[in-house]
Structure formats: structure tokens, C-alpha cells
Nanobody, 129 residues
Framework: QVQLVESGGGLVQAGGSLRLSCTAS????????MAWFRHGPGKERDFVAAISWDSRNTDYADSLKGRFTISRDDAKNTVYLQMNSLKPEDAAVYHC??????????????????????WGQGTQVTISS
């Protein structure tokens, strides 16, 4: 059974940093793209960041460029999201996603949630002002 488990969320002051981790078990996503999405209170699910299978290409939501960085360590079957200069509007449940036939060996990271087969339960990020 494939599972994605996120960790690293918590309470942080505005302007602070957090690093989220997402570890896969039951299978490897070595040949697939991975991504982060978030679901804020009263908001739709939003794309955050994505990374290609070989880490050569990344993509970010426009409003997050320069503050968030996605990376992956395939030896650990883990994808990371480094979040800096956090703002109150970044508060959300952050979900990682992976797998999916359309992300297999694809050079351009997918920003489309429908193209990912597996999702984690999410980790809560709370920002205090």
C-alpha cells in the first residue's frame, strides 16, 4: 500500500520559516513528479510547488516564488518544501502529492492536482502575526 506522510508543520511567527517533509512508503516515486498543494481556511485547494522526477525543473505559484523551495531526496523517498518569510495568508493544511502516469519521466513539473495519484493526509501550518 502506497502512503505519503507529511511532517514539519506547526505554529510559527510571521516572518519565520518551516521545512515540510513528505516521505513515501510502499513504493518509490523515483521516476515521477512530486508536488505540494495547500488548502487554506475557506479557500479552494491551491497549487504551491512541483518538481520533476529528476529534480531538474521546478515550478511555483507566482505569489510564492522567492520564498518557497521544493526539493527531493530520492535515496530517502522524500520531498521537501522549505518555506521562508512566512505570512499569515500562508496558513493552511499542506498536502504532498506524487505518482501518476502523466508525471512519469516528465520534464515539466505538473501543477494539475488531477495528474497525481497519491496524496498525503496533510500537515497544518499556522502563522501567528
Amino acid at each position: 500500500q502506497v502512503q505519503l506522510v507529511e511532517s514539519g508543520g506547526g505554529l510559527v511567527q510571521a516572518g519565520g520559516s518551516l521545512r515540510l517533509s513528505c516521505t513515501a512508503s510502499g513504493d518509490t516515486f523515483r521516476w515521477h513528479g512530486m508536488a505540494w498543494f495547500r488548502h487554506g481556511p475557506g479557500k479552494e485547494r491551491d497549487f504551491v510547488a512541483a518538481i520533476s522526477w529528476d529534480s531538474r525543473n521546478t515550478d511555483y505559484a507566482d505569489s510564492l516564488k522567492g520564498r518557497f523551495t521544493i526539493s527531493r531526496d530520492d535515496a530517502k523517498n522524500t520531498v521537501y518544501l522549505q518555506m521562508n518569510s512566512l505570512k499569515p495568508e500562508d496558513a493552511a493544511v499542506y498536502h504532498c502529492a506524487g505518482g501518476g502516469a502523466k508525471t512519469y519521466l516528465r520534464s515539466s513539473p505538473s501543477t494539475n492536482p488531477d495528474e497525481y495519484d497519491y496524496w498525503g493526509q496533510g500537515t497544518q501550518v499556522t502563522i501567528s502575526s
